[in-house]
């Protein structure tokens, strides 16, 4: 199959078709803003931001936003094992020259798309910066953007994880209440401000109790946060303790999809609503490889 018709196809339309007047409108309503290109990270590991992102990315896809997930845990991959999917490719594929960008899209439900990297392959873990560049540069292999592109980096502050990180625009930071997380998490934030002028991030409470332990989180953090780095932090939600995601996650499924309305599930519902009104990415006088950075935006039709 072609590649830009498959791509279109994946995303919902047949190439050459003409779309009903109605889906033409919103087709340019959603051509005209920008992808926004999100990184969830964390530092520690354990603090469940490929939950998070999984979760995230199924909450803005059942809300009908094109939404594409990249597992750039590279060597440890768990995206595909979370939604029970069995891709054929990953991104080794892509780097060996054995397959494009767009050959490696697997449909998970819902219409939420992941890019998979490979899981026990040591090479793929041993990656180095050109490598990196090379797997970010290839989103340009596109025919459009999605309306958002979540990264799920790796655990730690590698090059690879940090250079992920700084090639989007949003860093969503995964917390929980471990002094490690805290720890790990400022780490991230000065490695990210200090090497690639990242001044905004954003923060997650996760596997909390109540709201007053998630701000009391985003408090310790952002006092730090204010002495030493000149950076801002926002708040932007929680994700609660609940047995419903520990239930899904042994089912190899999103738990907005299984129990949407579970205190889990309406929180990531809640999280989906905030990121989508987050402002557009301000990319002029970016100075560092950007995910779609190498081509002009809003790029309209396919």
């Known amino acids: 199959m072609h590649q830009a018709g498959g791509l279109f196809h994946m995303f919902g339309g047949q190439p050459g078709m003409p779309l009903p007047i109605g889906d033409q409108a919103a087709g340019l309503g959603r051509a005209a803003r920008p992808c926004r290109a999100i990184a969830v990270t964390g530092g ?56 494009s960008l767009p050959e490696l899209i697997v449909e998970a439900p819902h219409g939420l798309k992941i ?27 596109l025919p459009r953007p999605p309306e958002f592109l979540l990264v ?22 995964v917390v929980c209440d471990e002094p490690a997380s805290l720890t790990d998490a400022y780490a991230m934030m000065k490695v990210l401000s200090r090497d690639f002028g990242v001044r905004r991030f954003r923060m997650l409470a996760n596997m909390v109790r109540h709201a007053g332990e998630a701000q009391a989180l985003h ?20 994700i609660p303790h609940d047995e419903r995601l520990r239930q899904a996650i042994r089912r190899q499924s999103a738990v907005v999809d299984l129990w949407p309305a579970s205190r889990a599930g309406q929180a990531f519902k809640q999280l989906a609503q905030s990121v989508d009104t987050w402002c557009e990415p301000a990319r002029a006088g970016r100075d560092r490889i950007a995910f779609f950075g190498g081509r ?7």
């Open 44 to 99: 520690k590991g354990g603090v469940g931001k490929t939950t998070v992102a999984v979760n995230l990315g199924m909450a803005l896809a059942q809300a009908g936003r094109e939404t594409l997930l990249l597992d750039a845990d590279l060597g440890l991959a768990n995206v595909d094992v979370l939604l029970g999917l069995s891709p054929g490719r990953h991104l080794g594929h892509l780097l060996d020259g054995t397959a």
């Open 115 to 141: 890019i998979p990297a490979g899981s026990g392959a040591r090479r793929l873990a041993q990656l180095g910066n050109t490598e990196h560049a090379a797997v970010i540069r290839a989103f340009d292999e």
């Open 152 to 173: 799920d980096t790796a655990a730690g502050i590698s090059d690879g994880v940090a250079m992920f990180a700084a090639a989007t625009d949003e860093v969503l930071l």
């Open 219 to 238: 408090q310790k953090l952002s006092r730090v946060c204010d002495r030493f780095l000149d950076i801002s932090l926002e708040y932007v939600g929680l």
């Open 296 to 302: 002009p935006e809003p790029v309209t039709g396919w």
